[in-house]
């Protein structure tokens, strides 16, 4: 624009000028000249945006803190022996006094369960003491106790059943009608069949077996060890003659055990035994331990196994015991 209007006003001087100088020249004639300016464009601002406003969450308080409470601590036996008491009641049945010991297992006392229990009867020539003396069976019981290898259970050692047959078959109605009352009545035990379990060696072997196979109401369990077991015996007690035709009510057939030493004299009518319980149906678990006699040794070496046998479907767990209440 400035370039513009300076050329025109250069051409209107030098038109003037020689206008001027030229004395024939016609008057000059006024030529207006309009000087526009173009406007310059507005420019626009591009608009701002304005944020839209967000709201703020508001916040969910905090639950309130809980103190714990801690669990109380389950009780556990942390005894490792139990008790052997000497016990005798006068019986009824003979007018002469019953003795007989038991071992009652550690915490006995203080857990407030019923505990099952095994009759374990003695040989010819022996007492009650034989067991914890020579066989050290409470041993045994404690060290698989430790090892949870064996369930808490008491222990019930009676003297008595040595005389010759029949004049010791009273023995049977003694255990029966009295040793059993006497015990459950002592102690918490389990009183009934799941919870009671006989056995013996030798003459008590015999016992057993007479007294399960004909009272598998009282009975789960029976073991014989080098049990005794003739052919000359009365037939209504003997357990040679009542397996040729043995049968169980519904639910009542007791697991069996029997073992002798293969060098015991006796071996072969265990396996009689054996084999006329399999053929009327009913099942033994027999073992001949080939070294064995018929001695306290072979006993003592094998009582774990015994003991095993005995208290193999019975709680392992003090506290799984039913309650004394």
């Not at 006497?182 to 389990?190: G, L, P, R």
Request: glycine share 8%; hydrophobic share 40%.
């Amino acid at each position: 624009m400035r370039r513009l209007a300076c050329v025109c006003f250069c051409l209107f001087l030098a038109g003037w000028f020689a206008s001027a100088c030229d004395p024939l020249a016609p008057e000059p004639t006024s030529v207006a000249i309009a000087l526009t300016s173009t406007p310059r464009p507005t420019v626009t601002p591009t608009p701002t945006m304005t944020p839209t406003a967000t709201s703020s969450p508001t916040p969910t308080p905090a639950p309130p803190t809980r103190t714990p409470v801690p669990s109380p601590t389950p009780w556990r036996c942390a005894d490792k022996i139990g008790a052997l008491v000497d016990l005798d009641f006068v019986s009824e049945i003979t007018g002469e006094d019953v003795t007989y010991q038991a071992y009652l297992p550690p915490c006995y006392d203080d857990s407030g369960r019923r505990f099952p229990y095994v009759i374990l009867m003695h040989g010819l020539g022996q007492d009650q003491t034989f067991w914890t003396g020579e066989l050290g069976i409470q041993r045994a019981m404690e060290s698989g106790l430790a090892l949870r290898g064996l369930p808490p259970m008491i222990l019930i050692l009676p003297t008595g059943g040595t005389e010759d047959l029949p004049a010791s078959l009273v023995w049977e109605d003694v255990i029966i009608d009295e040793l059993i009352p006497q015990v459950e009545a002592n102690f918490c035990t389990w009183e009934n069949r799941d919870g009671r379990a006989i056995g013996g060696i030798s003459r008590g072997g015999f016992w057993a077996y007479s007294l399960g196979m004909r009272h598998p109401d009282l009975f789960s369990a029976v073991g014989g060890h080098s049990a005794a077991f003739y052919d000359d015996q009365p037939p209504a007690y003997n357990p040679l003659t009542l397996a040729r035709a043995i049968t169980f009510p519904a639910g009542q057939q007791p697991r069996f055990w029997l073992d002798v030493g293969g060098l015991d004299p006796i071996r072969g009518n265990n396996e009689t035994l054996v084999a006329r319980l399999a053929d009327a149906g009913v099942d033994v678990s027999f073992t001949v331990n080939p070294e064995g006699r018929h001695d306290a040794a072979y006993w003592a070496a094998h009582i774990s196994e015994y003991l095993a046998f005995y208290g193999a479907v019975w709680p392992r767990d003090i506290l799984d015991q039913p309650s004394c209440q």
